[in-house]
């Protein structure tokens, strides 16, 4: 293990906050860390694949942005571990496991292909696919009314979990 503590180490520290006990037991911890294990999966692939189908209507920027915010993820976790002993290539290459290298195949493979489709746009000057024309005009219609309950119920739904996060965390501190 690195004994180094730069600023990083101990900010990831403070951020990922080990010794609470809001990760529960051995089991529920192994839980936990499969679940968000999980979800970056999950994040990985969608900013995948939303850059390649951005990337298909013609858009430069938003995919670039995709394509760091999906790598930005996966490069803290490679950092994380070998910052602490364990370097995650070398065990994916040991274990010669078919699902990583599915794995790796079809992340390079999105990659590729939101490259390519940036690629005609820049040559081409136009988009794989036009751009679908929608106008959304609020409270006409009912593009226009979901929107505005889309947009109310998702403040609605935020402030309802600030206020549901600080009320049980208020119930756990009384129960101590």
């Not at 006990?21 to 839980?31: K, L, S």
């Not at 936990?32 to 430069?60: D, K, P, Q, R, T």
């Not at 290298?101 to 005609?120: D, H, K, S």
């Not at 679908?132 to 998702?154: E, I, K, N, W, Y």
Request: charged share 15%.
């Amino acid at each position: 293990m690195n004994q180094r503590s730069s600023v990083f180490d101990r900010l990831s520290d403070r951020v990922m906050n080990l010794d609470s006990p809001a990760y529960g037991d051995e089991r529920e911890r192994t839980v936990f860390m499969e679940a968000s294990a999980f979800g970056l999966s999950v994040g990985l692939y969608a900013g995948l694949v939303g850059s390649v189908v951005n990337a298909a209507f013609g858009l430069i920027l938003l995919p670039t942005v995709l394509l760091v915010l999906t790598i930005l993820p996966a490069a803290a976790t490679q950092w994380y571990a070998r910052r602490r002993g364990v370097h995650l290539n070398a065990l994916a290459e040991k274990s010669g496991a078919r699902s990583t290298m599915v794995t790796m195949v079809a992340v390079c493979a999105l990659m590729a292909l939101t490259f390519a489709a940036m690629t005609y746009t820049v040559f081409a000057g136009q988009p794989l696919l036009p751009f679908p024309s929608v106008t959304v005009t609020p409270g006409d219609g009912p593009l226009g009314g979901a929107a505005q309950g889309a947009v109310v119920g998702g403040m609605v739904g935020a402030v309802a979990g600030i206020i549901g996060s600080v009320l049980s965390y208020r119930k756990a501190n009384r129960r101590k």
